[in-house]
């Protein structure tokens, strides 16, 4: 069990979308229990990814590509997990803000955040504040821990995650939901300012900003 465990680890370091599926579907065949396989084999190496990168033996390229492969892992995989994995997991609601249209970054971050376990719920780009708005109302019957991933690469957009944190605020949905931003202007001192409660540089410190916001 323990080599069939090891090689899909080490497939998705590699990021290698065939040798993950394959190695998945030998797991499931071995009766190894799908849990099993997401958090020992899958979650485990996307946090050993981002462990490599951290120390500079991984660049963002290394992250997409395993990233990737962990996505076409969890194809398989998903539908078969026990309602204890899948529900005691926190939901990301992440978009890039109004008026800004990158997407690469939030992108990644999006999928480090899947890898790691967590739900994920992508608004895509030039996002309203109302509609983040709308998808934590939607979300927070689902009884998950809820976090909204900001994303601005413009100077000129970083002013929409006050907006709409403001109106968060405003429409008494703050205490439901915890606010991380990142993306190239932003800074930890400007997250602090407009009242978030977390910043991250890069897709693998968002993901353990993110465990450390909802406690995981």
């Known amino acids: 069990m323990q080599e069939i465990i090891k090689n899909i680890f080490d497939a998705i370091l590699e990021g290698n979308s065939q040798e993950v599926q394959k190695n998945i579907q030998t797991a499931l065949d071995h009766n190894i229990n799908p849990d099993t396989i997401l958090n020992d084999g899958m979650i485990s190496a996307m946090a050993e990814v981002g462990k490599l990168f951290e120390e500079g033996q991984f660049y963002v ?4 590509i395993s990233a990737r492969a962990m996505k076409e892992g969890l194809l398989i995989i998903k539908p078969l997990l026990s309602t204890d994995t899948t529900s005691n ?12 249209l990158h ?4 992108n990644l971050v999006a999928m480090m955040m899947e890898g790691a376990g967590f739900e994920i719920q992508d608004l ?3 996002v309203a504040p109302e509609k ?17 991933a900001m994303s601005a690469l413009l100077t000129t957009t970083m002013t929409s995650m006050q907006v ?3 109106g968060i605020i405003e429409s008494g949905l703050r205490d439901q939901v915890k606010v991380l931003i990142g993306g190239a202007p932003v800074t930890d001192k400007y997250a602090e300012q407009i009242g978030a409660d977390g910043y ?4 693998s410190r968002a993901v353990s900003v993110a465990k450390r916001l909802l406690s995981i």
Not at 103 to 106: A, E, L, Q, S, W
């Open 61 to 64: 390229p290394e992250m997409l």
């Open 89 to 100: 997991t926190g939901m990301v609601i992440i978009g890039t803000v109004k008026g800004d």
């Open 103 to 106: 997407d690469i970054g939030k």
């Open 124 to 126: 895509g780009t030039d």
């Open 132 to 148: 983040f708005m709308e998808a934590i109302k939607n979300s927070s019957k689902s009884e998950k821990k809820l976090i909204v």
């Open 164 to 166: 709409t944190i403001q």
């Open 200 to 203: 991250a540089g890069d897709a």
